[in-house]
């Protein structure tokens, strides 16, 4: 194998990251470069960074700099969110190239740029929210995923600023992918054998501006619906990523209330219920009570149906009723989990010059109170789901089988897998007990599985 056509790719961060490397993966290897499963067979080693903490900044630059120290017959190229968004990233790393946006990256070497070039180092205005998106080609796609339920990004960037985020500095203003592309594109990945797609992006609620014509989330999410029930019927289901609030309207009620494909699962970007620090957020641009109907709303349509969501806590001048005032809401709505941050201060955003940053424990404390409300839902939830008559999971491992169900708990079979089961299979089945916040079911029959 020739080393100067092998690659290495590490990926941190989140699902948008992951497939922005699937599509580096892909267009690499559309080159003639070859993956290789050590860094120290490669040519051409590739850190897809993420800046949404300050930890994972460090994190991504320690990784570049070991790999750049411990390998150097490689090229090492430092590529994302961190390489964008943080200005001193790239200090003290002369011999790291660097590439500010990995899609770009991807889109350039599926058109045919040379991926052993070196490339310029990023500006330090390069991820302003005002500047345009990053120079490339349209996002080239993905045909397959490394995992069982694949990931498909419709939509990347955020105009919106909050004011404690440093993601739009990342990922730039929001750009939309065009309808046909993602259906085209799902369909790809139902014919690969896919049983679930994740639909994700940076800000959904965002998607379609740009677009002619101007389609939102929801008329994508129907076309997709429409698409998949023409290819495959009834063999995948859809997953929806995070959702901000604003886009819970009576338009998303009627979409999900007439589609089959979506599974009774909301995540929602809440990050606090009480109005003044949305406000400071910059995220008064929804209403907690207006969420809190419309869950309730969806619970007629989806009896069972996981609700998550996103808090950030402790953020500056959050006062104790203020911290109550979202402990208290979230004990009312039908919560089955919760992402759970306490706020840190990220320099280059709005919120690190805010008065009233809180001390670190009692940032804690708040957060470790949310998580225990989230933590009693989940496991309640695992029991009331674990009456249920069927549940169906993707299978992700088969020795112990082992997956992820519609409602977004892990599940395993408690019995031997049939032998016509196979990883991605959507596999339906009895549940039979909740063993904390895990689902355990009972096999299915032999033959049972949904394939192509």
């Known amino acids: 194998m020739d080393g100067a056509k092998t690659f290495f790719l590490y990926t941190l961060g989140c699902k948008v990251n992951a497939y922005d490397a699937q599509a580096l993966r892909e267009a690499l290897c559309s080159r003639g470069y070859a993956e290789v499963a050590s860094p120290g067979r490669a040519g051409l080693i590739v850190v897809n960074t993420c800046a949404v903490t300050a930890r994972a900044a460090s ?237 309730s709303a969806l619970g007629r349509v989806w009896p069972a149906m996981a609700l998550g969501v996103d808090l950030l806590t402790g953020f500056p001048g959050e006062s104790e009723a203020a911290f109550r005032a979202t402990l208290e809401f979230c004990a009312r709505l039908p919560l089955t989990y919760a992402h759970v941050f306490p706020y840190s201060r990220r320099p280059g955003t709005r919120a690190a010059t805010l008065p009233g940053h809180l001390p670190a424990e009692a940032k804690k404390k708040r957060a470790r109170a949310l998580r225990e409300l989230a933590a009693e839902r989940k496991a309640a939830f695992a029991r009331r789901v674990a009456g249920l008559t069927r549940v169906s999971f993707v299978a992700e491992t088969l020795h112990p089988a082992h997956g992820v169900c519609e409602y977004y708990l892990e599940c395993r079979l408690d019995d031997p897998v049939p032998g016509d089961i196979r990883v991605r299979d959507l596999v339906p089945a009895a549940p039979a007990a909740a063993e904390g916040t895990r689902l355990v079911v009972r096999a299915p029959s032999p033959g049972k599985g949904e394939k192509t």
């Open 59 to 295: 994190e991504s630059r320690g990784l570049a700099a070991g790999f750049r120290r411990d390998h150097p017959q490689a090229r090492v190229v430092a590529a994302g969110c961190a390489v964008r968004a943080v200005p001193d990233f790239l200090a003290g790393l002369a011999d790291l190239d660097a590439e500010p946006g990995i899609a770009a990256l991807a889109a350039r070497i599926a058109s045919g740029e040379d991926a052993g070039a070196p490339t310029a180092r990023p500006s330090p205005d390069s991820g302003r929210t005002d500047s345009p998106p990053p120079p490339g080609p349209p996002d080239p796609g993905i045909s397959d995923f490394p995992r069982a339920r694949a990931v498909l990004k419709v939509q990347d960037g955020c105009s919106h600023g909050c004011t404690y985020c440093i993601v739009p500095r990342a990922r730039g203003p929001s750009r939309s992918r065009p309808v046909e592309a993602v259906t085209s594109e799902a369909r790809r990945l139902a014919q690969a054998g896919f049983r679930e797609i994740v639909i994700s992006g940076i800000n959904l609620g965002h998607y379609g501006r740009d677009l002619p014509g101007a389609p939102d989330f929801w008329d994508l999410l129907s076309a997709l619906e429409r698409a998949l029930a023409a290819s495959h019927p009834g063999r995948v289901r859809l997953r929806l990523s995070s959702l901000d609030p604003g886009m819970l309207t009576q338009k998303a009620l009627d979409i999900l209330a007439g589609g089959a494909a979506v599974c009774p699962h909301l995540h929602v970007s809440l990050q606090s219920a009480d109005p003044g620090v949305l406000a400071a957020m910059g995220r008064g641009h929804y209403q907690p009570g207006r969420i809190a109907d419309f869950v």
